[in-house]
């Protein structure tokens, strides 16, 4: 495929019959390698392989140069500097730190300034003075600045495997134009800064985040203390590069952030901004005392935070204007680090902060605001709002409250928590600030604390309300629990019975598609005879449908169709995982009953109920051994198998391939899926049960 080939140095240059001029390293490739790295199709970014006209054919290359020399087939000779050739020659000169002649080749060729630093940026950092006296061209280092981007181009543009590795450590915590920018600054400002001045004026514009207060702070030291050096640049020039580099408007922002109006002036002066618009603006401002000027001018460029620092040193004559700048930015957290602790200005804001905090419904936080500053009342709202009954009593106490208020507060707190299934905090309300006693045990006996309640039934020398609620209370905690078990009974077995036959159904119809060949058609639907239970395929094909509907639809309709996708409706697509997971939500109610049916056995004992007691234990007793004995049969190896990616291996058949890839496509479950597929685990509590009852 070669129609002319020529070594030179390291390279052979190779032109072939696809009209390609290949330049390959020898020192990196093997002649063996050379026929297929010279019929490989390249990449856009690779230097080895460029395109060159019909029949060219290599004459020569010039030594010591990247030209190479091409006849075409009319007779006449071109010359191409081919980019491997550029680039290696490149890359010695940086070696060698040789940064003119590579600097004016890269320019000449168009080759990215950013390979200067990206080739070696350890070399080049230790040799930033060398670079800047070898260039010695304030227009060639700005144009060097301004091609800095945060690209690696030895990874993007230029890869190559010979490149130097990138820079460690320091690079990783730094943004690449930062660090050239502020090397590049140092070593102009240590060996000419009257000389560089538009160069140094160039790093601080072209930062990540410019510093252009600084710029124009090194402008109008110009301005004030002209250099006498006779390569220093005026004002004049450095005010007029800088507004080529940034958008007129932005400096102006910028100088006026500097609270300096003659260099405001300057800046405005340079612009093509008409007077009227900034003249009367700044005679304004220079009518006002100093530190409500800068609160204006920050206000003016919405800096806000310090805007409003400025505002504080104003007065108290300013305190309206401050706490209405605070309420629109939201800048409460900051306002009260600006007043002492006692003064009113910092009640007041805080009175703001609280109100504010109430309107977002954060009820406690305000709370503390409000009682931090003294309102008493305020935070006694507040914690009434966040049923925060203890520091709502802190406060109830410091207003001084008579009993009356105090009994108000504890039974509208008490109605807060009970409806939270806090009965025992409601209890202590009722009992120590209400001095309702028979309602505290109430609702001790409604939240089943059964000794506290009997503890508060001898304190208080309340016996009859053992007959009257506490006995009554127990039996009807005991029907309760023993209705709610043979419920959950009723239910774990027939879900276990249901889904046995669906994973009976299943596995006949898998095995009749592949005793039979089957090709899964999206549009065949196969019903059992004693099942409406689809076949994988059919299920497959309508949940797809099902998501792509969900899909549509808002995320708070999303989230209620996912909980409806587990069905428990016969034949439903997915309804082994629905009945894995109603099966999942009874082991776990009924293993956490123990505690609760442990308490209560003690208190039927204690009462003579022990016929109830000995029951209700039964009954709990022989409902987790069914469920431990299920176990092995519900969550089984095969259904961890089934729930696993399929494998594929020598001894596959076609069938077997297509079953496995019927069951992946059936079986295409979420992240949430997943989790039912493992085996839940029972708490191997024993002790909750009594052994005086002689079971």
């Known amino acids: 495929n070669m129609s002319s080939f020529i070594l030179y140095e390291e390279f052979l240059l190779v032109t072939s019959h696809s009209h390609v001029c290949h330049c390959l390293n020898l020192r990196d490739t093997s002649i063996k390698a050379l026929p297929a790295l010279l019929t490989t199709n390249s990449s856009s970014n690779d230097e080895t392989v460029r395109r060159i006209e019909r029949g060219s054919r290599i004459v020569t290359v010039v030594p010591s140069d990247s030209k190479l020399i091409l006849q ?102 730094q943004k690449k134009v930062d660090i050239v920018c502020d090397a590049m600054r140092t070593a102009m400002e240590k060996i000419n800064p009257h000389k560089y001045c538009l160069s140094i004026l160039t790093t601080y514009v072209r930062k990540i985040t410019p510093e252009l207060e600084v710029a124009l702070q090194k402008v109008h030291e110009l301005r004030e203390n002209p250099p006498s050096d006779p390569e220093a640049v005026s004002a004049e020039e450095a005010l007029k590069y800088l507004l080529f580099l940034v958008d007129v ?8 952030g500097t609270y300096d109006f003659d260099l405001v002036i300057m800046v405005a002066e340079k612009s093509q901004k008409d007077p009227k618009e900034y003249l009367p603006f700044l005679n304004e401002l220079k009518k006002m005392g100093k530190d409500y000027q800068r609160y204006s001018i920050d206000k003016y460029l919405k800096r806000y935070k310090k805007a409003l620092e400025h505002l504080g040193k104003c007065g108290s004559e300013h305190f309206v204007e401050l706490l209405n700048l605070v309420k629109d930015q939201n800048l409460y957290s900051e306002a009260l680090k600006l007043f002492p602790r006692n003064s009113q200005e910092c009640k007041e804001l805080s009175i703001a902060y609280g109100d ?16 931090r500053c003294g309102e008493y009342d305020k935070a006694l709202s507040s914690f009434i709002s966040c049923s925060n009954w203890q520091q709502a009593f802190c406060m109830a106490s410091q207003l001084h409250y008579p009993q009356e208020k105090l009994a ?9 928590l009970t409806e939270q299934r806090k009965h025992n905090e409601a209890a202590v309300l009722l009992e120590q600030y209400a001095q309702d006693y028979e309602e505290a045990i109430i609702s001790l006996l409604e939240g089943a604390a059964w000794e506290e309640a009997m503890r508060l039934i001898y304190k208080y020398n309340r016996q009859d309300i053992l007959e009257t609620n506490l006995k009554p209370s127990l039996l009807n905690a005991q029907s309760n629990h023993m209705a709610f078990l043979e419920s959950q009974k009723t239910s774990f077995t027939r879900h276990k019975m249901r889904l046995m036959l669906v994973r009976e159904l299943k596995e006949k119809q898998k095995q009749e598609q592949l005793d039979e060949d089957v090709v899964d058609n999206p549009d065949c639907e196969l019903f059992s005879d004693t099942s409406s239970v689809m076949t994988t395929s059919a299920m497959s094909a309508k949940y797809s449908q099902s998501n792509s509907r969900i899909s549509a639809r808002s995320s708070k309709n999303r989230r209620k169709a996912e909980r409806k996708k587990h069905s428990l409706k016969e034949g439903s697509p997915l309804e082994d995982l629905a009945l894995l997971e109603a099966l999942r939500e009874i082991i776990h109610t009924v293993d956490g009953l123990t505690g609760e049916v442990h308490s209560l056995l003690k208190m039927l004992v204690l009462y003579n109920y022990d016929a109830k007691a000995l029951e209700l ?54 992240a949430t899926d997943a989790e039912l597929f493992r085996l839940p685990k029972l708490g191997k509590n024993t002790k909750w049960k009594l052994s005086i009852l002689g079971q």
């Open 408 to 416: 108000h507060i504890a039974r509208t707190l008490t109605g807060k």
């Open 356 to 371: 504010y905090l109430m309107m977002k419904q954060q009820f406690e936080q305000a709370g503390l605001i409000f009682a």
């Open 72 to 173: 075409m087939p009319r007779g006449n000779l071109e010359t191409i500097h081919h980019r491997a050739l550029v680039l290696a020659q490149i890359r010695k000169w940086l070696d060698k730190l040789m940064f003119k002649e590579a600097f004016e080749s890269m320019r000449k060729l168009r080759i990215s300034l950013n390979l200067i630093y990206d080739h070696n940026p350890q070399v080049f950092l230790e040799n930033v003075e060398t670079f800047v006296k070898q260039i010695d061209s304030v227009n060639h280092i700005n144009l060097f600045l301004t091609e800095l981007k945060e690209e690696d181009v030895t990874k993007t543009m230029y890869p190559s495997p010979t490149s130097a590795v990138a820079l460690s450590g320091q690079r990783e915590y």
């Open 249 to 256: 408007n932005e400096l102006y922002n910028y100088s006026l």
């Open 617 to 670: 234990q039964q009954t709990l007793d022989e409902s987790l051994q069914l469920i431990e004995k299920s176990l092995p049969e519900i969550w089984c190896e095969k259904l961890q198998q089934d729930s696993a990616p399929p494998t594929f291996g020598p001894d596959s058949t076609a069938n077997s391939i297509m079953a496995s890839y019927q069951q992946t496509k059936a079986n295409a479950y979420s």
